[in-house]
């Protein structure tokens, strides 16, 4: 005890033989000293009003933006589409390429950060049942600007993993892309995600309102038997192969027969037989083929 003791009267000594640290330089000159740190409001309806309101301004007018370029811009039936309903055709539905145009446009890249432990599991030989994919949207900075989320389950897909994985990854970004833009008012949910769940329009299930979804209208949807006669006259006014026709009709808007082609698609139809019309060869993007 007598050791320990003289072990630590010693390192007493020391420690106050030892010089004191000298204080920490200051600057008093304004001038010259560092500005402190600044810390932002943490909720925007904090900052200044003028601040606030132009930043409002400006979303609304990129956003406006945005959706006028997306109307332009995507294709119906290529980057997006809507099924005949009881109702008049669906909500839009985003489809991948739109997505991917979208995410284009807006300078975002995809990236599916879960997607790798799956591939593990399967080269490990574990036995899955379901996928649920994470996609982030990164700017170019390698910042997430956006977040969604895809799941699919191997029985929708007869067990094949591979086509799982890629119907999961789409849902998925599909999902960014929506929240990113904030695009669920204009776009529903994928069609075949729709389906798959069995929520398709006839299937007898419940369909969830959609937000700000119109109520459907009172007045007939499709054209009536007098735009009919007058649609098919038309088609053979202008020599047009009905069959093509009918068959682009089919594939762009989901609808079997002419006579039930939805009203507000009719003017539409008529301006796109005048130009397959007026065009020399049975091909290219405007052709009826």
């Known amino acids: 005890m ?3 003791g003289t072990v630590i009267e010693s390192a007493d000594v020391v420690r106050e033989s030892a010089p004191e640290p000298p204080p920490p330089e200051t600057n008093d000159d304004p001038a010259t000293a560092p500005a402190a ?3 932002g409001p943490v909720n925007p309806l904090d900052l200044p009003a003028e601040q606030f309101r ?3 301004d ?3 007018h990129n956003r406006r933006a945005l959706l006028e370029w997306i109307r332009e811009a995507l294709v119906e039936a290529v980057d997006y589409g809507r099924i005949p309903t009881k ?3 669906s909500k839009p539905s985003l489809w991948k390429p739109g997505a991917e145009k979208i995410c284009g446009m807006l300078g975002v890249t995809v990236h599916l950060p879960t997607l790798h432990e799956y591939e593990q599991a399967a080269l490990q030989g574990v036995q899955l049942q379901h996928v649920i994919l994470r996609c982030e949207l990164h700017d170019s900075a390698g910042r997430v600007v956006a977040n969604g989320v895809g799941a699919r389950s191997l029985k929708q897909d007869g067990g094949d993993l ?6 999961a990854a789409k849902s998925a970004h599909i999902d960014a892309t929506l929240r990113m833009a904030g695009l669920s008012e204009v ?4 069609l075949e995600d729709m389906q798959a769940a069995g929520n398709a329009p006839g299937s007898g299930s419940p369909s969830r309102a959609q937000p700000n979804e119109k109520p459907a209208p009172s007045q007939p949807q499709t054209i009536t038997q007098a735009q009919h006669k007058a649609l098919e006259a038309r088609i053979r006014e202008l020599g047009l192969d009905r069959d093509r026709v009918k068959s682009w009709v089919q594939r762009a808007w989901g609808v079997e027969h002419l006579n039930e082609l939805p009203a507000h698609r009719l003017k539409e139809l008529r301006q796109r037989m005048d130009r397959w ?3 020399h060869s049975g091909s290219g993007e405007e052709s009826a083929s």
């Open 2 to 4: 007598k050791q320990i």
């Open 37 to 39: 740190p600044t810390v």
């Open 54 to 56: 132009a930043g409002l």
């Open 58 to 60: 400006r979303r609304g």
């Open 87 to 89: 109702r008049g055709p």
């Open 162 to 167: 591979n086509k799982t994985l890629k119907m």
């Open 187 to 190: 776009f529903t949910q994928d």
């Open 277 to 279: 019309a007026q065009q």
